[in-house]
């Protein structure tokens, strides 16, 4: 602590301003272009969405300052050449990535991936931290989203050195654009979550594989990157199963816990930030009635209403991600943190958009994309009334 202020230790701090720059100087400045396109981009890891909008020139350009700064290796572990920083540094500079909408490249690897064993590391691992595979999660099905443990009908049977999967997967991000499927299946259907699903790798290819194109269109969250995915006597190697047989829902919850909780936290911190520093520069410029819109009362509690939400949710968010780096079980306050982050992050970006008036809808400003982003996450993910059951569940055992 000094003044008062929470302080980063220097060396992560400097970090933390070298990403600032990356983002002021190179990825701000894309946004012109960047936001009025169709196929805005999800999420701040893939170089593939940043293909859609941008030429080769362009995406080379971000991925050699993402290589040649080490911060394409930011979230891989020291293992396989990562920055071994801590779950604290790693969130206080994605949240920098987050103040602008336009992605920077990382290595999108899902962290269950580091359960890969023997040849499963040159197959599967190292391609996909390399760039060179692109991966998505299939979990949830037409009739399992909030209840996948109880409700998904998604088999695997064994025949020989292969698994046999039958079943249909819906609303998964990226199917179509992925070289492998991690896929949930049920191995025992008496056990199911409990040590009855395990976690599959598909390849695209897989003849009994078949992605529906095009995928599902959606508002709030990405643009027609959903896909129904449908499973005929797919025939997988055993070889090609992550982790253990029967394990796979708890390789599934350690990938949400981190990934689709606890990295919400930043995600909606950039955006939080960018719309108060936005609101409070317009609301000074912005005159009605002979005088600044930042002089009036009405204005002035919304800005302070949105530097609560956002002190209040990184103090959060930093508390757990230590927690997570003192190795505590943080998964029902990973859930806490994906809960606020949403809820506050799009009231925040409400507010935000208030202020603008109509100027607060336009396309040129990032304030309508990261709206749609932060309502999204309130359903995708595990629904918000799912992180308040599972935080329920842990204050009532007592
Ligand atoms: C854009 C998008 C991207 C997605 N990407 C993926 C992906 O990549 N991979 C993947 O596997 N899935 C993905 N999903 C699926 C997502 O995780 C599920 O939609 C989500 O978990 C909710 O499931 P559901 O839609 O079936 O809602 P339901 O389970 O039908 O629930 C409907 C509503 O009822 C509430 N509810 C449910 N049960 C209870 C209860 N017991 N008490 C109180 N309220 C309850 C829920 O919170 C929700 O608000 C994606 C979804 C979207 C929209």
Not at 105 to 118: D, H, R
Not at 357 to 373: D, I, K, V, W
Not at 375 to 396: F, P
Request: hydrophobic share 40%; net charge negative; glycine share 10%.
């Amino acid at each position: 602590m000094e003044n008062g202020h929470f302080q980063l230790p220097p060396d992560i701090q400097e970090i933390v301003d070298l990403a600032k720059r990356i983002v002021r100087n190179e990825l701000i400045p894309l946004e012109a272009e960047f936001l009025p396109h169709p196929a805005h981009a999800f999420g701040i890891k893939e170089t593939t969405n940043l293909k859609r909008v941008f030429g080769p020139d362009v995406v080379n350009h971000l991925v050699d300052i993402s290589r040649d700064t080490g911060l394409w290796y930011l979230m891989v572990p020291e293992k396989y050449g990562g920055s071994g920083l801590s779950m604290l540094a790693q969130i206080a500079i994605l949240e920098q990535f987050n103040y602008t909408a336009v992605p920077f490249p990382f290595a999108n690897v899902a962290n269950i991936l580091y359960q890969c064993e023997g040849d499963q590391v040159d197959r599967f691992l190292k391609p996909v931290i390399e760039g060179n595979m692109t991966t998505c999660f299939a979990q949830t099905e037409p009739n399992a989203g909030s209840d996948p443990g109880g409700m998904m009908q998604t088999r695997a049977v064994k025949d020989g050195k292969d698994w046999v999967l039958n079943g249909t997967k819906m609303w998964i991000s990226g199917a179509a654009e992925s070289d492998m499927i991690m896929v949930q299946a049920v191995t025992d259907a008496e056990k199911r979550q409990r040590g009855g699903i395990t976690m599959f790798l598909v390849k695209r290819d897989n003849p009994g594989m078949l992605v529906e194109e095009p995928g599902i269109k959606t508002w709030l969250g990405p643009h027609a990157s959903q896909y129904i995915v449908h499973f005929e006597d797919c025939r997988v190697p055993q070889s090609d199963v992550l982790g253990e047989v029967g394990n796979g829902f708890r390789l599934g919850q350690r990938w949400l816990t981190i990934h689709d909780r606890l990295l919400r936290g930043p995600y909606a911190l950039g955006k939080m930030q960018r719309a108060l520093d936005m609101s409070i520069e317009w609301s000074k410029n912005r005159v009605t009635f002979g005088k600044p819109l930042s002089e009036r009362q009405a204005i002035q509690w919304h800005l302070v209403d949105m530097y609560i939400d956002l002190e209040a949710l990184r103090s959060l968010t930093y508390q757990m991600a230590a927690r997570a780096d003192a190795g505590e079980d943080i998964r029902t306050e990973a859930g806490m943190v994906k809960l606020t982050s949403m809820v506050w992050g799009a009231r925040t970006l409400d507010k935000a958009i208030q202020i603008h008036g109509a100027m607060g809808e336009s396309l040129e400003l990032p304030l309508t994309l990261f709206y749609r982003y932060l309502r999204h996450g309130q359903i995708g993910g595990g629904a918000n009334e799912i992180q308040r059951m599972q935080i329920a569940r842990k204050l009532l055992r007592g």
